[in-house]
Structure formats: C-alpha cells, structure tokens
C-alpha cells in the first residue's frame, strides 16, 4: 500500500491449507485491504458475531463444519457482507447449492489467472 492509502477493508479467508491463506493475504494487502485468517468456520463464527467484513472466502472443506454449513447458518442470519465459496473438490451441484444458500460466487481452486 502507497504512503498515505487508506485501507480498502478487511477481508476474511477461510481455509486450512496455510499456503492458500498465505497467496490470498498477499493478493488482498497488495491491493489495499486488511486480511484476517482462520483455518475452520467456529473461528469465523466467533469473529463474525461481532463484525462485519468487506466480505469471506470460504473454503468448503474445513475442520468441524463445513463451508457449506458456515455458509447456511451466516446466509439464515442474513449476513450483510458477501460470501465467495471457494473448492478443489467442487462440482456443479455443490456451486449451484452455495449460489442458492447465499454465496455471491464459487471459485475453484487452483487458481488459475496471472495473480494467484
């Protein structure tokens, strides 16, 4: 971030494997934003009660519940930020589920684009 930049926001990424969390903390503070990290959704719940984020990326396979639960129990409590639900072990099935439960897209990983 340049001299003087204000912060874009903070974003929220869930996931397990530490090398995702690490490659999108760096995307995401390059770009301005503050990035907090968990790596399973009883962590996210604790912190989302109290705040709200720019948005979460949300990994569907995660210790305890999974991303997709995450998603349901946020979404049924009309969450304000937007949620991305992000798998490498995604389907078609699984991405219409998470767009009809409330997320605003499905990413799969690897990721692929110049970026990431």
């Known amino acids: 971030m340049s001299q003087g930049a204000i912060s874009a926001g903070e974003i929220l990424v869930v996931d397990d494997d530490p090398a995702v969390r690490e490659v999108l903390t760096a995307l995401f503070t390059s770009e301005g934003f503050q990035v907090t990290n968990f790596a399973d959704g009883a962590s996210l719940l604790a912190w ?12 569907v396979n995660i210790p305890g519940r999974s991303g997709l639960d995450i998603l349901k129990e946020l979404n049924a409590q009309d969450y304000p930020a937007p949620i991305f639900i992000m798998s490498g072990q995604g389907d078609i099935p699984m991405a219409v589920d998470a767009i009809k439960n409330g997320a605003l897209d499905f990413i799969e990983k690897p990721f692929r684009g110049s970026s990431v």
């Open 48 to 59: 989302a009660r109290s705040r709200t984020p720019v948005c979460i990326i949300l990994d």
